[in-house]
């Protein structure tokens, strides 16, 4: 069973950036579909980030232009690069692979707090 192993979550102040990571525990599995989601409290998990095979990228609208998804394939590692957060920002942060078959995997989530 794959593992997602997530890091970068922190505190940061509104205008600030951050970088958040995802690598899977084997490279012996490839993921055609890498992605992020967040989940702020007492709201629902939405989506927010992701990239496939081609390179076909797409965003939510609410981090549009400020938000970058990237990958290393070589490594099973992805990455969502956050530039000019805000205090709406502040979530926890969910990475999302999908692999073989179709089959999903999560990571455990990291928090990212945008103070005010």
């Known amino acids: 069973q794959v593992q997602l192993m997530e890091s970068g979550g922190g505190l940061v102040q509104p205008g600030g950036s951050l970088r958040l990571s995802c690598a899977a525990s084997?490279?012996?599995?490839?993921?055609?579909?890498m992605a992020w989601y967040r989940q702020a409290p007492d709201k629902e998990r939405e989506f927010v980030a992701a990239?496939?095979?081609?390179?076909?990228?797409r965003y939510s609208d609410s981090v549009k232009g400020r938000f970058t998804i990237s990958r290393e394939n070589a490594k099973n590692t992805w990455y969502l690069t956050m530039n000019n957060l805000t205090p709406e920002d502040t979530a926890v942060y969910y990475c999302?692979?999908?692999?073989?078959?179709?089959?999903?995997?999560w990571g455990q989530g990291t928090q990212v707090t945008v103070s005010s």
């Open positions: 999302k692979g999908g692999g073989p078959g179709g089959r999903s995997f």
């Open positions: 084997t490279s012996r599995i490839s993921f055609g579909a």
């Open positions: 990239i496939v095979g081609g390179g076909i990228v």
